[in-house]
Nanobody
Framework: VQLQASGGGLVQTGGSLRLSCLAS????????MAWFRQAPGNEREFVTA????????DYADSVKGRFTISRDNAKNTANLQMNSLKPEDTATYYC?????????????????WGQGTLVTVSS
């Protein structure tokens, strides 16, 4: 599976951005897509995940109530709506995919990765 992320940019504190991840090529029978992020000097951290078959989601505590992941089956795209952005949300955001239905928060569990898109939140 090939993943292509888009939608990053520069936004002020309190603003919103929408990221998209297009999946192409051979996909798994049932799979999970997720977003991770990595700020300079930090490890890659889990943000959110969605089970493709039924839309079940999971979120990191730091983004609950502000971020929403969704899927568009027709377009094979996972979207991440980010509201009430904070400077600490600044990072490169990566979409990822893994076979199966477990909403893993572990980056090593994901086998497909997009190229990353930079989100910068100014204070």
């Amino acid at each position: 599976v090939q993943l292509q992320a888009s939608g990053g940019g520069l936004v002020q504190t309190g603003g919103s951005l929408r990221l998209s991840c297009l999946a192409s090529g051979r996909t798994f029978g049932d799979y999970t897509m997720a977003w991770f992020r990595q700020a300079p000097g930090n490890e890659r951290e889990f943000v959110t995940a969605i089970r493709w078959s039924d839309g079940t989601t999971d979120y990191a505590d730091s983004v609950k109530g502000r971020f929403t992941i969704s899927r568009d089956n027709a377009k094979n795209t996972a979207n991440l709506q980010m509201n009430s952005l904070k400077p600490e949300d600044t990072a490169t955001y990566y979409c990822a995919a893994r076979p199966g239905t477990v909403l893993s928060t572990f980056a090593g569990a994901y086998v497909g990765w997009g190229q990353g898109t930079l989100v910068t939140v100014s204070s």
